[in-house]
Nanobody
Framework: QVQLVESGGGLVQAGGSQRLSCAAS????????MGWYRQAPGKQRELVAA???????NYADSVKGRFTISRDNARNTVYLQMNSLKPEDTAVYYC?????????????????WGQGTQVTVSS
């Protein structure tokens, strides 16, 4: 059993900062790509940022220069530092991880999602 548990989020004023964390736990063999997605009301879920195990990153154009994704492989944790927040960043933020896990003699691999955390940016 593998779980992703997010923390951080809440209400912040425009121009402010927030940091999200997501820790993976359970029968983990290895974690491949980790990322953050978000979903605003009435919109589709979209990729915000992703990071490989080697530290290569990818960002949505809308957050480049403002958000920074990082990870601590020893702690199986990914972070999202969000600066210069805008009202349009308001959404539920979801952690995602591509995980290879232990299952008896097997090493299956699948995507896992966190429960989501609300980020609200007031103008």
């Amino acid at each position: 059993q593998v779980q992703l548990v997010e923390s951080g989020g809440g209400l912040v004023q425009a121009g402010g900062s927030q940091r999200l964390s997501c820790a993976a736990s359970g029968s983990i063999f290895s974690i491949n790509i980790m990322g953050w997605y978000r979903q605003a009301p009435g919109k589709q879920r979209e990729l915000v940022a992703a990071i490989t195990g080697g530290g290569r990153t990818n960002y949505a154009d809308s957050v480049k220069g403002r958000f920074t994704i990082s990870r601590d492989n020893a702690r199986n944790t990914v972070y999202l530092q969000m600066n210069s927040l805008k009202p349009e960043d308001t959404a539920v933020y979801y952690c995602n991880a591509d995980i290879t896990y232990y299952s008896g003699i097997y090493r299956p691999r699948r995507d896992y999602w966190g429960q989501g955390t609300q980020v609200t940016v007031s103008s």
